[in-house]
């Protein structure tokens, strides 16, 4: 502590006091978090956007068990099917948000995490005898016929499967977990989890993972308390002054939408690894903007000389782990905590790369935490008439979800093969809203583009997407 004491005593006032504050920060999480290490169990506050997925799911008379999130990854070594099950067996013990259920009465859905049972959601599929070429498309029926299996009354509500495909080549390990508990940040977690608890149980070693942090229902809790205080109402007048009356839409290639099948379309593109190095590197040279703005930046820039307005509507999906309330770290916590706000954002007139990216990143800056307050204010603030004056304003036509720097290390390595419909066929959206992803693995940024067929030429999307790319390219080479 003395030395604590000497090296404050040396710092600035404003940075002692940034200091001393997350010291006392992070006490007050420790001790909150002592009393969640065990089991958790017991009833559990929907969040808005759970509510907003089941009404969306009724109104369109879709599965409610089949919104699921997943990924699959490379196996480098056989996997013994008895230490995998153990392995699943301690995850559900640890992430409480994998025993979450929903049961509906007469009037409304309730959720409540349930204790751990003897059935064990882990399987393994032997395709080690097929010829290399069939076992693609038997690892991709398997996997459609799993994201079918989930039950958010009855469970499981996670699925984990091994594919063996021989000594020749790596398996396949496939997770599956319904949307209810997951996002992809929480994918992330479980993958990582899951390799560490199967080391440590094949090396005959303690279970040992990091300590739980703050559990989703004290996390929701939490949240509908803040939703309805005073505090809350200070976002006001941030929210209601941003340029809701400049948005313009999108051209649509088929008007005639509204009446049109869904037909789900995919395009990917990629900057190479050294184009991305410089990218990342250039990061200094735009005033503290994160790697994130600059994506987004040359993303707004192709808005704009599509639909010819400076002014731009997106939803804007994040994490949801950041530090939002006293005593409530999310940093490895499993569930569907990602922040879903409509956001706002307007270019500069001038086409120098970096004020472009220095406006983008004051505005982003600028949003009262991190948007959190938008969803808040519009779905559990309690208040009708300013609920309604929410839903007054423009619905976006654009999701955007930025998955941050991935390394194979990480996750293991990515696969070829499709995991299957993470969703029931039916639309779940507005035809003519699009999801955009983008991240940046082993070094490479990556953009993934979902859409709607009946809206859109694929032609359209890929001159989208490809401009996209010629725009990083610009920036990179701009910052050698």
Request: proline share 6%; aromatic share 8%; no cysteine.
């Amino acid at each position: 502590m003395d030395d604590l004491a000497e090296r404050l005593a040396n710092l600035s006032p404003e940075k002692r006091d940034l200091i001393l504050r997350q010291l006392a920060q992070k006490e007050d999480n420790e001790r909150s978090n002592q009393n969640e290490q065990g089991l958790v169990t017991g009833p559990v506050p929907l969040l808005p956007v759970q509510k907003q997925l089941l009404t969306m799911l009724a109104t369109y008379h879709l599965n409610y068990h089949h919104y699921n999130t997943g990924t699959m990854v490379e196996v480098a070594q056989p996997l013994n099917p008895e230490l995998a099950k153990q392995t699943v067996r301690h995850l559900l013990l640890h992430h409480d948000a994998l025993r979450l259920r929903l049961t509906r009465d007469e009037s409304e859905w309730q959720q409540y995490i349930v204790p751990p049972d003897d059935d064990i959601p882990f399987s393994t599929q032997d395709f080690s005898l097929l010829p290399e070429e069939e076992q693609p498309t038997a690892i991709e029926a398997a996997a459609a016929a799993l994201q079918t299996s989930l039950n958010i009354t009855t469970g499981p509500i996670l699925r984990i499967a091994y594919f063996n495909l021989g000594s020749h080549q790596p398996g396949r390990l496939l997770f599956i977990v319904h949307h209810i508990a997951s996002d992809a940040y929480s994918l992330q977690l479980l993958v990582k989890d899951f390799t560490t608890i199967y080391q440590q149980i094949a090396e005959g070693k303690a279970i040992q993972l990091p300590p739980k942090t703050t559990s989703v229902k004290r996390r929701a809790e939490r949240m509908l308390e803040y939703g309805r205080s005073t505090e809350l109402r200070n976002e006001l007048d941030y929210w209601f002054a941003l340029p809701w009356t400049d948005i313009v839409p999108f051209p649509l290639d088929f008007p005639e939408r509204v009446t049109a099948p869904l037909q789900p379309q995919s395009i990917k593109v990629t900057l190479q690894r050294e184009e991305t190095q410089n990218l990342i590197r250039s990061v200094g040279r735009f005033d503290g903007a994160q790697i994130r703005d600059i994506i987004l930046t040359a993303l707004l820039s192709v808005f704009a000389s599509w639909n010819g307005s400076l002014t731009q509507l997106l939803a804007m999906h994040n994490h949801g782990r950041k530090q939002f309330f006293d005593g409530v770290d999310l940093f490895r916590t499993v569930g569907w905590l990602t922040v879903h706000p409509n956001v706002v954002l307007q270019l500069p007139t001038t086409d120098i790369p970096e004020e472009m990216v220095r406006a983008i990143t004051e505005q982003m800056e600028r949003i009262p935490g991190d948007g959190l307050g938008y969803e808040l204010l519009r779905n559990a603030s309690g208040d009708a008439e300013l609920t309604a004056k929410f839903h007054a304003l423009p619905s976006p036509n654009i999701v955007f979800n930025y998955l941050g720097q991935q390394h194979s290390s990480d996750l293991s390595r990515s696969v070829k093969e499709s995991i299957g419909p993470q969703a029931s066929l039916s639309n779940l959206w507005k035809n003519d809203i699009q999801m955009i992803f983008a991240k940046i693995v082993d070094f490479q940024v990556h953009l993934y583009w979902e859409y709607s067929g009946t809206v859109y030429q694929r032609s359209t999307i890929e001159r989208l997407a490809n401009q996209f790319i010629e725009t990083l390219q610009s920036m990179a080479r701009s910052s050698r």
